[in-house]
């Protein structure tokens, strides 16, 4: 069944100025989640619309063209994932994934599909609104920096990252990352060979500083192991992770 509703904002303290709002297709099948989700970010300043099972979720995305997805992964008609799939294959829009478990699995192939962050429930509606703020500006930052160019391509041995087309390659091959996984990486290649602290990649990527969500940077970590290698990405138990590169 199709329960989208538009609602426009009018008010919050992240406004922004007249028809400039950000619009934001929450995807749940449970009303009461769909409507506090939707309340909480029109007061946020966003304009919000709904769907509540898989097909209407693409329909609305293909017609309404949101910035970004609040998807939940269990959906009546087909699931978040294949929404996630059928979304991004007609334009990326970054998905912050909502799931009922906390299935690491679950998390994975969320991120391996295209979803940028995830949330598991149940989860406060200030996270969930602090999170949307954080991947629409990464997507803000994104743009900025493939309009102004910066620093050229950054080559370690055989992995080259483009800042300026947010473009990875592995040994001459291009690596689809999602905008959070190139975010990721070029954080841990400023400083090659240093260990950054889970708390350290919080705050420099996802600009979240709190300590609960470190389990978000290792599933993240492990997402790019399997793009780039994981040989790569060294853990250093109990503090963060480190690029490795070849000896000079």
Known sequence: MDNTQTTTANGGAGTPLPGTQRRVLVVEDDPTIADAIAARLRAEGFQVHTAGDGPAAVDT?????????????????FDGLEVCRRVQAQRPVPVLMLTARDDETDMLVGLGVGADDYMTKPFSMRELAA???????????????????????????DLAIDHAQRRVRVRGDDVHLTPTEFDLL???????????????????????????????????????????????????????????????
């Open 131 to 157: 999170r949307v703020h954080v991947l629409l500006r990464r997507v803000e930052r994104a743009t900025a920096a493939a309009r102004s160019p910066r620093g050229g391509t950054l080559q370690l041995g």
């Open 61 to 77: 995305a293909h017609a309404w063209q949101p910035d970004l997805l609040v998807l939940d992964v269990m959906l009546p008609g």
């Open 186 to 248: 070029a954080c841990l290649a400023q400083t090659p060979r240093a260990v950054l602290s889970r708390e350290q990649l919080l705050a420099e990527v996802w600009d979240w500083a709190d300590a609960s969500g470190t389990r978000t940077v290792d599933s993240h970590i492990k997402a790019l192991r399997r793009k780039i290698g994981a040989e790569r990405i060294r853990t250093v138990h109990g503090v963060g992770y480190a690029l490795e590169t070849p000896a000079p």
